[in-house]
């Protein structure tokens, strides 16, 4: 598990949980439409310091603060897991 403002540009994955001291906060993240199961995805950053986070939550896009990203827990999809590795199988070795 990683928070959702970890995640690079692209990768997707599902809301494990919302993981935050500030119950405020969670009740703004369930009303947006954050729950556990729901697949999301980081699009972009933004320029001032990466803020805010661009992400497709469903089929829907939200802007978050990297605050409200880090409360969202995410599981990343096995297939962003192996990419490393299959760039590595893919690519020729140079001898």
């Known amino acids: 598990m990683k928070p959702l403002s970890e995640l690079k540009a692209g990768v997707m994955g599902r809301v494990s949980s919302i993981v935050t001291a500030d119950p405020m906060l969670e009740a703004k993240l369930r009303e947006i439409g954050f729950a556990e199961g729901d697949e999301v995805e980081l699009l972009t950053r933004g320029p001032f310091g990466g803020q805010p986070l661009a992400v497709r939550l469903n089929r829907t896009i939200v802007a978050l603060r990297n605050t409200e990203a880090n409360a969202v827990q995410i599981e990343p999809r096995i297939e962003?897991?192996?990419?490393?590795?299959?760039?590595?199988?893919?690519?020729?070795?140079h001898a």
């Open 80 to 93: 962003a897991a192996l990419e490393p590795i299959a760039a590595a199988i893919i690519e020729p070795q």
